[in-house]
Nanobody, 118 residues
Framework: QVQLVESGGGLVQPGGSLRLSCAGSGLSFTYYFMSWYRQVPGKERELVARISSTGEPTDYADSVVGRFTISRDNAKNTAYLQMNSLKPEDTAVYYC???????????WGQGTQVTVSS
């Protein structure tokens, strides 16, 4: 059974930082592309960042370029999203997603809430 478990969300002041983690189990993590998405109520889920199975290349939404960094540690079956210079508009539920490199099968985590507010 594939599981993706996000952690690291919380309440942070504008300008602060958070690091989200996504721990995978039940899958050959090395063979999955990893992505982070976010969603606010009433809006579609949007892609924030993605990373290939090997760690390069990476890709980011324009709104987070220069502030967020996606990375992964295949030895730990974990993907990360380092978020710096957070803004109130970054407030959302953040989800990690694993997509099979060849199968295209997608798995989702349960989401973690990030709230940026003073």
């Amino acid at each position: 059974q594939v599981q993706l478990v996000e952690s690291g969300g919380g309440l942070v002041q504008p300008g602060g930082s958070l690091r989200l983690s996504c721990a995978g189990s039940g899958l050959s993590f090395t063979y999955y592309f990893m992505s982070w998405y976010r969603q606010v109520p009433g809006k579609e889920r949007e892609l924030v960042a993605r990373i290939s199975s090997t760690g390069e290349p990476t890709d980011y939404a324009d709104s987070v370029v220069g502030r967020f960094t996606i990375s992964r540690d295949n030895a730990k079956n974990t993907a990360y999203l380092q978020m710096n210079s957070l803004k109130p508009e970054d407030t959302a539920v953040y989800y990690c997603c694993a997509i099979g490199r060849w199968s295209g099968q997608a798995y989702w985590g349960q989401g973690t809430q990030v709230t940026v507010s003073s």
